[in-house]
């Protein structure tokens, strides 16, 4: 029996796409489904722009990135903001937090079933009832409780700013002095009432976690960061970088969030 031409051509193009392990897996998603929703969660000090060299990088790999602005105003309505934006996203998402944003997506994940992994870059992965001020203070080493410059805010509360002055050796050692004297410009506050807010359970217990550790941060000791990546069980990469090490990093940072997403 002949096979006519076509339907030979048509059994081949089937076979490659059985044998084939970039036709199994074009979106690096090892062929489970689309590629998931980036959304990174940026800190405190900070804006999302800090997130400017990953997400090039990201789109670049045919990611969809979000960046959304973390209020900064109080853990649990933060997380809340960061929830609704999780929930606004129809596919799977891969949640990202840098400093007090890892505190942030460690609540907002709670109840979102499309979160499929957390990323933590030199992040707060707080238990139940911790503050970030509690697991900043619980290794030596940080620099950031004796810079901080507080600033009243009308009506009540105080909002928390690095000192101008020390922000390039506290906040961004191994950037450029002009690039860390604009961040220290143009840097957003947190209030004292989010940096003592309490977690609630947090995601990391039940969605897995990944983990970079900064080993020169001078804002969060690096030993804390090793001692929350360990305790939430994620997997852990280390890096020499200041605070920000998704700015002086970005390379590192971008192949840990695709690690994730796969």
Known sequence: MRLRPLAVLAALAVLAAMVSPAAAAPDGTG??????????????????????????????HGYEVIAPANPLRDLHTDAEYIGSVVASIPGPVVLVGHSYGGAVISNAAVGHPNVKSLVYIAGFAPEQGESIFELTGKFPGSLLPANILPRQIPGGGTDAYINPAKFHQVF??????KTSRLMAATQRPITLAAGDGKSGEPAWKTVPSWY??????????????????????AHTVEVKASHVAMISHPDDVEALIRAAAR
């Open 31 to 60: 062929g489970h489904g689309p590629k998931p929703t980036i959304v990174l969660v940026h800190g405190a000090f900070a804006d999302a722009a800090g997130w400017n060299g990953v997400i090039e990088r990201l789109e670049r």
């Open 172 to 177: 961004a050692a191994d950037l450029p002095d």
């Open 212 to 233: 970079m550790v900064a080993s020169d941060d001078k804002a969060i000791p690096a030993e804390a960061e090793r001692f929350m990546a360990k305790r939430a069980n």
